[in-house]
């Protein structure tokens, strides 16, 4: 679960509980709200009933009957006793109505001069009434369908409300969290791209100064240093190499017109020279090694053209053969789109002239087979041939800097040569690979994107 997710859930649950408690305490303060205002009415019911049967001489019984029945004020399924002094009742607006009460309701009434109860659906109200010196105990029940008609209303108000409310809220979070955290993804997308040959690039840095900016902007200072460093040790190791080719060809040229004279003089100081010219070829390849790496960072920033792979291969293998005249190519080229590419030519020379000097020293009939065929959109390349195969360590370590298999023993070489391989075809979007498909083959497949 990445970030913008984690904030939005938490965010959205938090302001979904936040509702929940507010729909519950509004529907719980209606319904306190509902009880109160009918309790209230149960008792102007109530005292409106006994001050109309004891203050209204012209009134009797079956008259206030007959108000109470037609009243627009009529409470549903109402119900009105009153009781005298001697507990003995004296007025029932209803007789098929019954209220459940008993002679403690009565002492209670005139001990607390009121109470309020519910029954079922039916809620009662009592209240103690003194007129005139007598004591009067009035109970009124009565339903309120009105009241629990706007409450159950409110309820499915309420919960409709809250879900809709909840929908919304966790879309609404999800968009704005996603909004305010688009600088974080547009800043993981420029970290991705950056590697060692755009170190220039730069991370673009608003006006708001929030912690994404402060975030950008140090770690622009931070690229900055790192480019600065990288810069000078590319800047040391080409001038290095660059000033060690002439010292070493100096010493190479000595050495073969010492190793002619001897050959004149016949002396016996050969053996010794050759070797020392061996050591020397060889730190002179260390040097054009070094230096190839050291520059594969600008050569192709400035040298892109458009040239056919095929090309490339036959005329890297023209090359190669004149040093490795054993060496013989079997090329197959499939039903390919194009074998047009666009790149740095002179680069990918190197990368064919290191593949197949490889195959030439490693292989035991010195024969290397091609195979070009197209793939999703890509040129692929497999080079093949026959010798002994790498360990699984070994391939996990191929492309390393200086990294030799145990089939290298007796083979001169500094271990360079498919690392230079692996960085070129990586500055040209291009990947290698290599696999081993018997117990005598080796395979370095190239995919070139079109």
């Known amino acids: 679960m990445n970030l913008k997710i984690k904030i939005s859930f938490f965010v959205s649950l938090l302001f979904t509980i936040i509702s929940a408690i507010s729909v519950t305490a509004i529907y719980l303060s209606f319904a306190d709200f509902r009880e109160d205002e009918f309790e209230s009415r149960l008792k102007e019911k109530a005292i409106s009933t006994i001050k109309l049967l004891t203050e209204v001489k012209q009134i009797d019984k079956q008259l206030l009957k007959t108000i109470d029945q037609h009243s627009i004020h009529k409470l549903y399924d109402e119900k009105v006793l009153v009781f005298d002094s001697k507990l003995q009742l004296i007025y029932s607006s209803l007789d098929d109505t019954k209220i459940k009460w008993t002679v403690e309701d009565l002492e209670y009434l005139k001990k ?32 309120d369908n009105f009241g629990k008609r706007k409450l159950s209303y409110l309820f499915y108000l309420l919960i409709a409300s809250y879900l809709i409310f909840s929908v919304v809220s966790w879309f609404a979070t999800y968009l704005i969290i996603g909004k305010l955290l688009s ?89 010794f020279y ?62 390919v789109e194009t074998l047009e590419l666009r790149g740095n030519k002179s680069l990918l020379e190197i990368v064919f002239l290191n593949i197949f000097r490889n195959a030439y020293l490693y292989s035991d009939n010195h024969q290397v087979k091609v195979n070009i065929e197209s793939i999703n959109r890509e040129l692929v390349v497999s080079v093949t041939n026959t010798g002994k195969t790498l360990s699984e360590e070994e391939r996990n370590n191929l492309f390393q800097p200086f990294m030799r298999g145990g089939n290298s023993k007796n083979i001169s070489g500094l271990g360079l040569g498919l690392r ?16 081993s498909d018997g117990l005598n083959s080796n395979t370095f497949n190239i995919f070139f994107p079109f």
């Not at 009662?124 to 007129?131: A, D, H, R, T």
């Not at 902007?217 to 790192?226: P, V």
């Not at 020397?280 to 792979?309: F, G, V």
């Not at 230079?420 to 696999?435: D, E, G, H, M, P």
Request: proline content about 1%; glycine content about 2%.
């Open 183 to 271: 600088p974080l993804g547009d800043f993981h997308k420029k970290l991705k791209e950056i590697n060692e040959n755009n170190l220039d690039t730069r991370i673009f840095v608003k006006k708001q100064k929030d912690e994404i900016d402060l975030l950008a902007n140090e770690f622009n200072q931070m690229l900055e240093r790192i480019d600065v460093s990288y810069k000078n040790q590319k800047e040391f190791t080409a001038n290095a190499s660059h000033e060690l080719r002439t010292p070493i060809a100096r010493m190479i040229a000595q050495l073969q017109n010492k190793i002619i004279e001897e050959n004149n003089i016949g002396g016996n100081n050969n053996f």
């Open 420 to 435: 230079i391989v692996y960085r070129i075809l990586k500055s040209q979007n291009a990947k290698i690979f290599y696999t």
């Open 112 to 143: 607390h001069k009121s109470f309020f109860k519910v029954e079922s659906e039916k809620e009662v109200y009592g209240i103690f009434y003194n007129s005139d010196d007598r004591d009067y105990y009035i109970i009124v029940s009565a339903t």
């Open 274 to 335: 050759e070797k020392l010219l061996d050591g020397i070829n060889q730190l002179s390849e260390l040097i054009n090694s070094l230096l190839i790496l050291s520059k594969l960072d600008t050569i192709n920033t400035y040298k892109s053209e458009n040239y056919r792979l095929d090309d490339v291969i036959f005329e890297s293998f023209e090359k190669v053969n004149k040093v490795y005249e054993q060496l013989k190519l079997e090329i197959n080229i499939s039903e």
